[in-house]
């Protein structure tokens, strides 16, 4: 195989055949392009099945204790982080029920990059592969070298040890990077084979590299232009063979509502169209992102070529997602079922009620102190009645295939968002796009490019 001097290259072994039992929802079927369908192998080992997960934000609270101080944080961020053990448990047992070959995570592995949540987690992926699931991580903001991890012990919290680029690699050695086709020098990306013909490019996009003794932690992404070369390099080597290519990153690659990119640029990887018309120039056009904690489907067109960011959910937030994907290449068909969690250790019972419930009083007074501070700095009463709409909507793009049955509150939205108050029509404008999912559907419907 072709490889630069600073690439780790070995050829991993052929995969496993399985047979996936359908998950929860319906399927999302992507057709690849015709260059991928049927060629670089003869199919033998039928399709690849992946399970997808995303911002599990671990939290060893055995190791790192419970306070007043962790729950005024989740007063400010509202994560079900003291359950995300249990949570994460009851996903991998839905996951391995389902025998896929393998399961993507897409970064945020952890509640801040503590060492022993990574050691956790990696503990955990371990007796996975022992079931017969391989795992492929990668970092997410909060994963690696952040100054916020915290034991929560005493009061006041200390600081917890943390992990830098080369001990996350190391821990997760074998969840991608110790049997990798390639490491990308420059960043924690790499490329691995996932079964006959087909390579992940699991991508890094963090900035945890950009300040020795960051005060704060950089939500933002960024792909660097050596990472991108690197990546190119690789893709064309894929294309060469025959190889099929899907993609994992962090953050998101196209918007995922309309106003996403002026609200939340954080959450989207910093030069998003020339990044994606790169990919698919070089015949990535499925990606598998998370950072928003929603379920949630975006396509769009660059040169041509039609490119969907896969955004996955959070364990951690209402409705608690998982993916299933079969990849078959004999079909030129990339297909995925969706799932979440129902029942947990701690909430065998009324789990999918107490987390929703946990999600949305939690967002009444995030969004209740965000209205009331600045740039808004609007009155009570106007919160008081925004409030109940904004809350909502969120919900509701969080679980994915939103859809507004109410008409009198659409009505609502749309005379703010008529409104020649600029903040009036901001925020109307804000929860109507929240609520105006885009195609493709997000759980249940087919495409094909």
Request: glycine share 8%; with cysteine.
């Amino acid at each position: 195989m072709t490889s630069s001097s600073n690439d780790n290259t070995r050829h991993p072994a052929p995969p496993r055949r399985r047979f996936l039992q359908t998950a929860a929802g319906l399927a999302t079927v992507i057709t690849l392009p015709s260059w991928l369908a049927g060629c670089g192998g003869s199919g033998d080992d039928g399709p690849v099945r992946l399970a997808v997960l995303s911002d599990v934000h671990l939290y060893d609270a055995t190791a790192l204790g419970t306070s007043s101080e962790l729950d005024a944080y989740l007063l400010q961020d509202r994560k079900m982080i003291k359950e995300s053990v249990e949570i994460f448990d009851a996903a991998l047992a839905a996951i391995v029920a389902a025998k896929p070959d393998a399961l993507l995570i897409s970064g945020d592995l952890t509640k801040d990059g503590e060492r022993v949540n990574h050691e956790l987690l990696a503990a955990k992926l371990q007796a996975l592969r022992a079931q017969g699931v391989r795992a492929y991580v990668i970092p997410g903001n909060h994963d690696v070298a952040n100054p916020d991890a915290k034991d929560f012990r005493s009061v006041p919290a200390t600081a917890a040890a943390t992990v830098d680029a080369a001990a996350f690699a190391s821990i997760y050695a074998k969840c991608g990077y110790g049997d990798a086709v390639a490491r990308d020098p420059a960043s924690l990306s790499y490329v691995t084979e996932l079964g006959e013909g087909v390579w992940l490019f699991a991508i890094d996009s963090c900035r945890y590299a950009e300040s020795a003794n960051p005060s704060a932690p950089i939500t933002a992404g960024r792909v660097r232009a050596d990472t991108l070369a690197w990546l190119q390099h690789w893709l064309g080597i894929a294309r060469e063979r025959g190889i099929a290519a899907v993609g994992t990153m962090h953050h998101g690659l196209i918007e995922h509502f309309p106003g996403q990119s002026s609200f939340f640029p954080e959450y989207l990887v910093e030069d998003r169209q020339t990044l994606a018309a790169a990919f698919a120039a070089a015949g990535l056009t499925v990606v598998f992102t998370g950072h928003y904690h929603a379920q949630d489907i975006v396509r769009a067109s660059y040169g041509g070529v039609m490119v969907h960011d896969v955004e996955t959910g959070s364990t951690v937030t209402a409705p608690s997602p998982y993916r299933l994907v079969t990849i078959d290449r004999d079909a030129g068909t990339l297909a995925i079922t969706s799932g979440t969690v129902k029942a947990t250790a701690g909430h065998p019972n009324d789990f999918v009620a107490w987390s929703r419930n946990y999600l949305e009083t939690g967002l009444q007074t995030l969004v209740a102190g965000l209205l009331g501070s600045a740039p808004y700095s609007l009155p009570a009463q106007t919160i008081a009645m925004l409030v109940p709409l904004i809350v909502p909507a969120m919900v509701a793009h969080y679980a994915g295939d939103e859809h507004l049955s109410d008409a009198s509150v659409q009505a609502t939205l749309q005379a703010m968002a008529q409104s020649t108050d600029p903040m009036t029509a901001m925020l109307g404008g804000f929860v109507l796009g929240l609520w105006n999912d885009p195609q493709p559907g997000d759980n249940t419907l087919s495409i094909t490019l």
